[in-house]
């Protein structure tokens, strides 16, 4: 079996910006592969998550995609959404709105000049266990760089959303000693998205571990539905001045990612970005 592959940058606005991700489209009858594989695939890529476009389980959308890090399956991630979004729109469903399913929920997709944004909405939240010594030590912080209301959020999946004093307190985080593993959520991985907003202008970076090791996510868009959801929970928006924030991850390690969050009053949750083709090829090693 020979599979064809794509290389994306999502949330891209320069030639070397956005986060890669690799796409397999598996929409053929002959194209189907096991769980598996799947996961072997996107260990083979070794980029921080691979999406599997399959063929949709209701005919109202356009497909059903499954997303895997290189060693576990995730129900949600924002950047595959995207760009997997972008792949279906130029190749299969010429439509600038559709939906789409995942493991964890339906997200609806619209298309703009060169955006692409995904509409969610209903999230659950949790108390964080952790001590805000233990965050700061984890992130190589003081404790005066915490802002307040550290808290879980879960729009798609489970995040830790760290609201920072300063936009040098985010630039000076560490990702080199990963957090204690708090057992108050379900959270397979350790994971902090630290951010600092002022003007609608916020500066994000997010950290997770694999195997204990502290790794920096260049752009991540179910980070951003958490804070969009974060925002809506602590009173940020409202009917008459709905959020719209420009997020700008990842300038700390020289790969700038570029997110538009907009959220209303009722819990719309809206993430956007523009995506990069930057490679395509063909597996033929299984």
């Known amino acids: 079996m020979k599979l064809p592959f794509y290389i994306f940058n ?23 592969i096991d769980t598996e594989t799947m996961q072997r695939i996107a260990r083979q890529f070794n980029l921080s998550e691979t999406v599997f476009i399959t063929p949709p389980t209701d005919a109202q959308h356009v497909a059903h995609l499954r997303i895997f890090t290189p060693d576990h399956e995730m129900p949600f991630a924002g950047h595959p959404t995207i760009g997997a979004s972008a792949w279906l729109h130029q190749n299969v469903n010429g439509s600038d709105t559709f939906s789409l399913t995942t493991p964890a929920k339906t997200v609806f997709i619209t298309h703009q000049q060169g955006t692409y944004r995904f509409t969610l909405s209903g999230y659950t939240h949790a108390p964080c266990a952790l001590s805000r010594t233990q965050l700061a030590n984890g992130l190589g912080l003081m404790e005066a760089d915490l802002g307040e209301h550290i808290r879980w959020m879960n729009a798609g999946t489970w995040q830790l959303v760290i609201p920072l004093n300063s936009r040098e307190a985010v630039m000076r985080a560490q990702a080199n000693m990963p957090l204690p593993r708090d057992a108050s959520v379900d959270a397979a991985h350790t994971n902090a998205y630290i951010w600092f907003e002022e003007n609608g202008q916020v500066t994000a970076r997010y950290f997770f571990d694999i195997n204990g090791a502290g790794i920096e996510d260049p752009g991540t868009g179910s980070a951003c539905a958490n804070l969009g959801a974060w925002a809506h929970l602590h009173g940020h928006v409202s009917n008459d001045a709905p959020l719209s924030w420009h997020i700008t991850q990842a300038e700390a390690i020289d790969r700038s990612n570029h997110l538009y969050l907009s959220v209303n009053a009722d819990g719309q949750i809206q993430v956007g970005g523009r995506v990069m083709v930057f490679a395509q090829g063909e597996l033929n090693a299984f």
């Open 10 to 32: 999502v949330f891209a606005e320069s030639n070397w910006g956005g986060n890669p991700l690799a796409i397999v489209p598996l929409l053929g009858e002959s194209l189907s």
